[in-house]
């Protein structure tokens, strides 16, 4: 076997065309950068959403009380028209002279009942398609906003 005789070398400088680590560092701090930047954009959009979807639910809780107000007094009011007319019925029966006036005023507050009945339904219906409609705007709003926004971008 042959003997490699003992060298040592000392390089002093090594130089290689391929890597500078002084670019490397720039390019790793753009690229950083633009990701804090692209954050920072992300961040505001998102905050700017919640801000905006914030608003929209408490236009639609204040909605949502306004409205079940209303439906509220127009129920009340109903039964309070119900209870006076039962009232009314029941002393205009007690002075009915005859057994046949006492069917003859019950069917016709029957009659009357029915109408008032169904004219209360279709009011109470209105309005609660109403609340509905009402309720559901802001939300509605704020979501086609939202959509165009995505489509624009």
Avoid: W, Y
């Amino acid at each position: 076997m042959a003997k490699i005789p003992d060298k040592t070398e000392t390089i002093e400088t090594v130089e290689s065309p391929i890597f500078d680590p002084s670019k490397a560092t720039e390019q790793v701090r753009a690229v950083v950068d633009q990701g804090v930047e692209q954050s920072k954009q992300a961040f505001s959009k998102l905050s700017s959403d919640a801000e905006t979807t914030q608003k929209a639910l408490e236009s639609t809780f204040e909605m949502a009380k306004t409205t079940g107000n209303e439906v509220s007094l127009k129920m009340i009011a109903a039964l309070r028209d119900n209870a006076e007319a039962g009232f009314t019925h029941l002393e205009a029966l007690v002075a009915a002279k005859s057994l046949s006036e006492c069917i003859e005023l019950q069917a016709a507050f029957l009659r009357k009942q029915i109408e008032k009945s169904a004219e209360q339904a279709r009011s109470l219906q209105a309005a609660m398609m109403r609340a509905g409609e009402d309720m559901s705007k802001p939300i509605k709003d704020v979501f086609e906003k939202a959509l165009k926004d995505r489509k624009a971008a």
